[in-house]
């Protein structure tokens, strides 16, 4: 069974840090690009940030140089580390996997975790 679960979440300060975990199961992790989602309230669902099978990252425009995207393939957990969060960084934020497999595509998501900047 594949799952995927978020955790890290909270409610932070503006200009304050969060870390964010990703555990996956019942899947070859090494061999999906992990993706960090979000979602504000109101808004549609935008890619924070990829880290790819073969060691690539990449990251959202609004995001760079505040947060890093991190993958432990010997754990099987992905991880994003949020600093110097902004009130516009509030939104439920999603692990996403995802791999193309002789032309199928194979995508799993997590629940969601909820972070919210505010003072």
């Known amino acids: 069974q594949v799952q995927l679960v978020e955790s890290g979440g909270g409610l932070v300060q503006p200009g304050g840090s969060l870390r964010l975990s990703c555990a996956a199961s019942?899947?070859?992790?090494?061999?999906?690009?992990m993706n960090w989602y979000r979602q504000a309230p109101g808004k549609g669902r935008e890619l924070v940030a990829a880290s790819s099978s073969f060691g690539g990252k990449n990251y959202a425009d609004f995001v760079k140089g505040r947060f890093t995207i991190s993958r432990d393939n010997g754990k099987n957990t992905a991880e994003l580390q949020m600093n110097s969060l902004e009130p516009e960084d509030t939104a439920v934020y999603f692990c996403?996997?995802?791999?193309?497999?002789?032309?199928?595509?194979?995508?799993?998501w997590g629940q969601g975790t909820q972070v919210t900047v505010s003072s």
């Open positions: 019942g899947f070859s992790f090494s061999r999906y690009t």
């Open positions: 996403n996997a995802v791999s193309i497999v002789g032309g199928d595509l194979y995508e799993y």
